[in-house]
Nanobody
Framework: QVQLVESGGGLVQAGGSLRLSCAAS????????MGWYRQAPGKQRELVASITSGSGRNYADSVKGRFTISRDNAKNTVYLQMNSLKPEDTAVYYC???????????????WGQGTQVTVSS
């Protein structure tokens, strides 16, 4: 069984910064893509940023230049550094791990429970 545990959410003023962390645990052999999604009230869940095992990165246009995703493959951990936060960044942020190969060899996708990020104006 694989679990994703997120941390680092909270309340911050506009212009401030937060750093989210997500650690995957279990009988993990490898993880293809790790990423962050967010869902604001009344809106669909959307991709914020993702990173492959080879460090290829993808960002939503709305966060380019403000957010940075990074990854520690040895620790199966992904980070999201969020700078210059705006009220419209307020949402529940979910960690995702896709193409997780476990021992014995099965491949599945997993999601974290979510962490609230609130940006006040």
């Amino acid at each position: 069984q694989v679990q994703l545990v997120e941390s680092g959410g909270g309340l911050v003023q506009a212009g401030g910064s937060l750093r989210l962390s997500c650690a995957a645990s279990g009988s993990i052999f490898s993880i293809n893509v790790m990423g962050w999604y967010r869902q604001a009230p009344g809106k669909q869940r959307e991709l914020v940023a993702s990173i492959t095992s080879g460090s290829g990165r993808n960002y939503a246009d709305s966060v380019k230049g403000r957010f940075t995703i990074s990854r520690d493959n040895a620790k199966n951990t992904v980070y999201l550094q969020m700078n210059s936060l705006k009220p419209e960044d307020t949402a529940v942020y979910y960690c995702a791990a896709k193409g997780v190969r476990t021992i014995p060899f099965l491949v599945n996708d997993y999601w974290g429970q979510g962490t609230q990020v609130t940006v006040s104006s």
